[in-house]
């Protein structure tokens, strides 16, 4: 009897703790949502400030596993909402595992049609397993760049 509590708790966590994992992964809806956010901040209170909050202001723009980034047109990472260290960085050739140069398909599509969705592989900011990913990415009114946020597939 005793092993049977013991296994049924046991079992009571993991299922628990999916829950609460499912419930922490953001929605198609909810990155749209935040980029248009992200857009607004920008036009409020202009680009270097607007790029600074969504790098360093967590509770605003991190929501789930949900952040904000922003590229220009050439590749380079202008704010990224969980490393900062990418600030700065061209990752315009930056390939996913299998052979997408995603960050030129998110300028590209910036470019030619204005915004829309990229699939690609990428690392999850809890997990830090690398999950199928779908980023919606917009263009920035008047301004060679684009605003993305993505969910894991």
Known sequence: MQLFRLFFAFYLAVLMGVGVFAQERGTKDEAKVMVESALVHIKKVGKDQAFKDF?????????????VFVQDFSGKVLAHGTNEKLIGKNMIDMKDQNGKAFAREFSNVGASKGEGWVDYDWAHPVTKKVEGKSSFVKRIAGFDGVVVVGVYR
Request: no cysteine; glycine share 0%.
């Open 55 to 67: 790098s360093t202001d967590k509770a605003t723009w991190t929501k789930k596993d949900l952040y």
